[in-house]
């Protein structure tokens, strides 16, 4: 396995709880964003942990002006205060350049020129078209991962992938039925995502990783990153999204609105009702220092049923 990863992580205690938040700053953050920043800050919290705040700015063509400081802000406003520097990935892109060299080297990594309208042929699922094809490499390429049939010294690593959610339960995924060879450099010379948010736990020694349940579907993938990689896999839980009145996840994309900071107490009752922790009444008004505390005090993750639901 690969080993070298653990020289970029800090020397945390052993059994130290690391949580983190890891917006992208495409627009500031609205009510999902904040149940997702909430419920991870509680739960690193209740376990006397550190709370990380990553910003995953890997995509410029996506970004808004701004939106970075913007997001920061805002989290400041409603206390969900953040330990050590905020880490940006746009800063980070020598480390990834240097995993991806030392997966190629392993034989790991395969170019791949195949189009849009070639990915859409296949259904979905990248059947390993470009596996055995030699790429001109002067031209446009991506650069895949192999999931399956890898060589000699990764042939122990198992495809199918299971997991226990701490909060959607027992999850099981064939990758090479559901996902096929994963993007880790992209035609455009971009990261993908699937790179640098494992790389990043690795060097950051996350332990929690409490997100979105849109998220769900990808992690058996990072699952497979991580012990490639020969690194510790974090627990997942995946909490249930916010939902519009048509049923779609709150997100920028479907024009959710900003989060109003002047409103910080009442948006975090509100946050911590969705999460099914039923905060008392008295304190729909109270300011966010007041609300938060009874969060911390009054924190279950058992309250938190599978699946999604609107608030």
Not at 1 to 7: E, G, Q, R, W
């Amino acid at each position: 396995m690969i080993t070298s990863l653990a020289t970029l992580s800090p020397l945390n205690p052993p059994d130290t709880y690391v949580g983190r938040f890891a917006p992208s700053p495409t627009g500031p953050l609205h009510f999902g964003s904040l149940v997702s920043a909430l419920v991870s800050y509680l739960h690193a919290r209740m376990h006397k942990g550190s709370w990380l705040v990553r910003m995953e700015d890997l995509d410029p063509p996506r970004e808004q002006a701004g939106a970075a400081d913007a997001i920061l802000r805002c989290l400041d406003e409603h206390q969900l205060h953040w330990d050590g520097p905020v880490l940006y990935q746009s800063q980070r892109l020598s480390a990834y350049e240097e995993v991806l060299e030392t997966l190629r080297n392993e034989d790991l990594l395969y170019a791949c020129n195949c189009t849009r309208q070639d990915l859409q042929a296949m259904g979905g699922i990248y059947n390993g078209r470009c596996r055995n094809r030699t790429i001109d490499l002067d031209q446009p390429h991506a650069w895949r991962l192999k999931l399956y049939d890898l060589p000699p010294d990764y042939a122990a690593l198992d495809q199918d992938v299971c997991f226990a959610d701490l909060i959607q339960g027992e999850q099981r995924q064939n990758l090479r039925d559901t996902a096929g060879d994963q993007i880790l450099k992209r035609k455009d010379d971009l990261f993908a995502y699937q790179l640098a948010v494992v790389v990043d736990d690795i060097a950051q020694q996350v332990t929690h990783i409490i997100r979105g349940n849109d998220l769900l579907e990808v992690t058996a993938r990072q699952i497979f990153f991580f012990r490639l990689l020969g690194a510790a896999v974090p627990e997942f839980g995946h909490v249930p999204l916010v939902l519009n009145e048509q049923g779609q996840k709150l997100s920028k994309q479907n024009l959710a609105p900003p989060l109003d900071s002047t409103n910080a107490g009442n948006n975090l009752w509100h946050a911590l009702q969705f999460l099914g922790q039923n905060p008392p009444l008295a304190l729909i008004k109270a300011s966010a220092t007041d609300v938060l505390e009874w969060g911390k005090a009054h924190w279950h993750m058992s309250h938190l049923k599978p699946g999604n639901r609107a608030p």
